[in-house]
């Protein structure tokens, strides 16, 4: 896949979410690898502690691509499928493609994010920096529960994807 640069700073929908325009058109983009709490809406009300803590860490999410993006001086991205809503799947960089400016390693470090990967029987592994990003998403969501850092230190705090669940 080939290595693309957002001609404008892309917007910012919640922590693993982007939108650029190209021909006036939205286009979607959504991190791959990994999942961000969710952010409140505006029809969004608390019934649960866990809503509550979901949307604090969703906000701190969305921050923490907010200053990423802001404060590189290009923000590169590799194309890597599209998923089942349309929106197109990438690694994302800050300045170069290196694993020490990816996004996904960053905020799993973090403890912002929880590592939303498919095994590894199902995807292939064989160029280097696919398996490094894999591996560094896993390491570091492991050291970030460990030290309880993020999303790990907050008795409330549910998996996004389960969250997403409930709300049905």
């Known amino acids: 896949?080939?290595?693309k640069v957002f001609k404008?700073?892309?917007f910012v929908i919640d922590g693993d979410t982007l939108v650029s325009w190209e021909n006036e058109q939205p286009i979607y983009y959504r991190i791959r690898w990994i999942d961000t709490p969710?952010?409140?809406r505006a029809d969004d009300f608390v019934k649960t502690p866990y809503d509550k803590s979901q949307w604090k860490w969703g906000e701190l999410a969305k921050s923490y691509l907010i200053?990423?993006?802001k404060n590189s001086n290009c923000v590169i991205y590799?194309?890597?499928?599209l998923d089942i809503y349309g929106r197109t799947l990438i690694d994302l960089y800050r300045d170069r493609k290196a694993i020490v400016t990816n996004y996904q390693r960053l905020i799993s470090a973090a403890g912002l994010s929880?590592?939303?990967l498919p095994f590894p029987q199902n995807i292939n592994l064989s160029p280097r920096d696919e398996i490094t990003i894999y591996c560094h998403i896993i390491r570091n969501q492991y050291t970030a529960r460990i030290r309880k850092?993020?999303?790990?230190r907050d008795p409330n705090f549910?998996?996004?994807w389960e969250w997403r669940r409930l709300k049905r």
Do not use: F, S
Request: net charge negative; proline share 8%.
């Open 67 to 69: 200053d990423y993006v």
């Open 8 to 10: 404008a700073k892309p």
């Open 38 to 40: 969710e952010t409140k």
């Open 114 to 116: 929880a590592a939303y």
């Open 78 to 81: 590799v194309e890597k499928g």
């Open 1 to 3: 896949m080939a290595i």
């Open 158 to 160: 549910i998996m996004p």
């Open 149 to 152: 850092e993020g999303i790990w």
